[in-house]
């Protein structure tokens, strides 16, 4: 017989028996092998035979899927063709710390002190008197003196008058407040106040508001006192009726500012005259002048004093103004711009204040021989 090859025999699972390989019931026990049959017939029906033109096609459909797929993700996540820029690491700069500067503090300059002067007293002297006279407190004299408290006088007694300590120049301001560069803006010029005046009749006089005047001047009340010195501020004029136009006055100049001699400076009859020296404020229109004032306040009158009017920035003071005697007398001086403003009768110019005065100064000027006296610095 020949051999037909292996084959495979079934087992019955519940009496052992073997079988056919086809069998689906035992004969021995009878058991069905329905749950075998079950699952060859789906072990059958799940072998599915594609041909080769539905196997393309379905391939072609899924190429095309896949890149339908791509095309969009590619336009929604914006990436295209384009390429993110990688970041490139920076290097870190390096900080190099800079000193700061040192500044260095300006030395404030101190006043010279001035000797004092020697006083013999008159008739009708009184301390008050002479403080006002020579601008210095009562207390001053009493204490170099060495004076009762009530500082009586004797006639004849001579009494030694302390100079007032001059005052230290400001520190300059580049920017004016707003009320002070409103005051400044204004032409003002001074008055004072003859006996039997008034604080109306001068306001009339210069066709100026009185309130005006005593806003200028920080008064309280109308009431005026022979020989006070008032502001009359220009700018306050009452308009004129009619239509007659007024001209645009110029801007008001600065304060000059005194250069030489220095405050204090002492000079001898070695010493034939004294230069004032000032800086520029600007260039001066024709019809305006430096006005120089130089006073002899030594003997409190008043009376010795020297007005010039210039356009240059130095000025000679009159060897008329030094003393004859050994005594230092105290000349004090100031300068501001003026613009004329018409003429007198006798053809003189009128002149009126055309900006701030400058701060004054003081210089002391003997007669006495070189040597003869040395002031104290």
């Not at 789906?42 to 080769?52: A, D, N």
């Not at 009726?241 to 500012?257: E, K, L, M, R």
Request: charge should be negative.
């Amino acid at each position: 017989m020949a051999d037909q090859g292996p084959t495979t025999s079934r087992v019955c699972p519940t009496c052992g028996t073997r079988l056919a390989p086809n069998a689906t019931r035992c004969v021995v026990c009878g058991t069905e092998f329905k749950q075998d049959a079950t699952r060859q017939s789906f072990r059958r029906s799940s072998q599915l035979t594609l041909s080769l033109p539905l196997a393309l096609g379905l391939l072609a459909v899924f190429a095309l899927l896949a890149a339908t797929i791509t095309f969009v993700a590619t336009r929604l996540t914006g990436v295209g063709g384009q390429r993110t820029p990688t970041p490139t690491a920076s290097a870190t700069a390096t900080i190099t710390l800079t000193p700061a500067p040192t500044f260095t503090e300006t030395p404030v300059p101190t006043p010279t002190l001035l000797p004092p002067l020697e006083y013999t007293v008159v008739a009708d002297d009184t301390c008050g008197g002479l403080a006002f006279r020579f601008q210095v407190a009562v207390r001053s004299i009493i204490e170099i003196n060495n004076l009762t408290p009530d500082c009586l006088l004797s006639l004849g007694q001579k009494i030694l008058i302390p100079q007032p300590t001059p005052t230290p120049l400001p520190p300059p301001t580049s920017t004016l407040p707003a009320e002070e560069a409103t005051r400044a803006a204004c032409e003002t010029i001074t008055y004072t106040v003859q006996a039997n005046d008034t604080l109306g009749a001068i306001a009339q006089n210069y066709n100026v508001v009185m309130q005006a005047i005593m806003d200028f001047n920080g008064m309280s009340s109308e009431t005026v006192f022979v020989g006070q010195v008032l502001i009359i501020p220009l700018c306050e004029r009452v308009p004129t009726a009619g239509p007659s136009p007024t001209p645009t006055p110029p801007p008001p100049y600065p304060a000059p500012n005194l250069l030489l001699p220095r405050d204090g400076e002492p000079f001898t009859l070695a010493n034939d005259s004294v230069a004032l020296q000032w800086a520029s404020v600007g260039e001066l229109r024709p019809n305006e002048r430096y006005k120089v004032t130089i006073d002899d306040v030594t003997d409190g009158t008043g009376n010795v004093r020297d007005i010039a009017y210039v356009t240059d920035t130095k000025y000679l003071v009159p060897v008329s103004m030094r003393p004859s005697e050994a005594t230092p007398h105290v000349l004090r001086w100031w300068v501001g711009v003026v613009r004329e403003t018409g003429t007198t009768a006798a053809g003189e110019p009128l002149y009126a204040e055309a900006g701030a005065l400058s701060v004054r100064r003081v210089f002391t000027w003997s007669g006495a021989a070189t040597g003869a006296i040395t002031p104290t610095p």
